[in-house]
């Protein structure tokens, strides 16, 4: 739907999925002037053009800047509305920090897949093997701990790494019951996840 979508800058990053579209630009010296607002305007008339309306509620600014003294950069406005500008963001079900963190990533993650525990404590009741068991396990709580982990990894501190690691840990305790977590692992073959990462 906006694969014809064209920045009119050239100069901000674009990354568009069906019906979304995320730019960011990178200035690199306090003081050097923003594009971004005129990207802005050309997709809103892009938007018009193809008969489409931006949601400006759904529409936000990030400002990620590391400088000891935050430059004072205008606000982005859409369609004569200014954009909240926010410290975090949900892009495609990553959430993205300003800090560039992933506290809050982890903390959904992890959240969403002690949930989902709930599943196997109540399939494991009703005598479902332990093989059938951990196949759940990989399609409905693994897959949620991995998801997009190939751009949260490598910038992961160890206590976060621990926080998703004790839901796996929880999930081999619920299929094998009276198991340490590395006889668990041997038996079903489930290495570890960060090792997976």
């Known amino acids: 739907m906006v694969n014809d979508l064209q920045c009119g800058s050239g100069r901000s990053g674009n990354w568009k999925f069906v019906d979304d579209v995320t730019i960011s630009e990178g200035l690199l010296r306090n003081g050097e002037p923003s594009v971004i607002q005129s990207d802005l305007t050309s997709i809103a ?3 018009s ?3 489409m309306k931006l949601n400006t509620k759904k529409c936000k600014e990030m400002q990620i800047c590391f400088f000891r003294n935050k430059p004072e950069l205008p606000h982005l406005c859409v369609e004569d ?3 909240e500008c926010v410290s975090s963001h949900k892009v495609l079900g990553l959430i ?4 560039l963190k992933w506290n809050e990533h982890i903390s959904m993650i992890v959240t969403k897949a002690s949930k989902r525990l709930h599943i ?4 494991r009741r009703g005598g479902i093997p332990p093989h059938d068991l951990i196949t759940i396990y990989y399609a409905l709580i693994r897959s949620t701990l991995e998801y997009c982990c190939t751009v949260w990894h490598c910038g992961l501190p160890m206590y976060l790494s621990e926080q998703v690691e004790k839901i796996q840990k929880r999930a ?3 299929i094998l019951p009276g198991r340490s977590y590395g ?3 041997e038996m079903l073959q489930c290495p570890r996840l960060d090792i997976r990462r």
Request: proline share 0%.
């Open 120 to 123: 196997l404590r109540v399939l």
């Open 96 to 99: 993205i920090q300003d800090n």
């Open 49 to 51: 053009n193809n008969l």
């Open 81 to 83: 509305q200014i954009l």
């Open 45 to 47: 008339t892009w938007a």
């Open 172 to 174: 081999l305790r619920i």
């Open 183 to 185: 006889e668990a692992q």
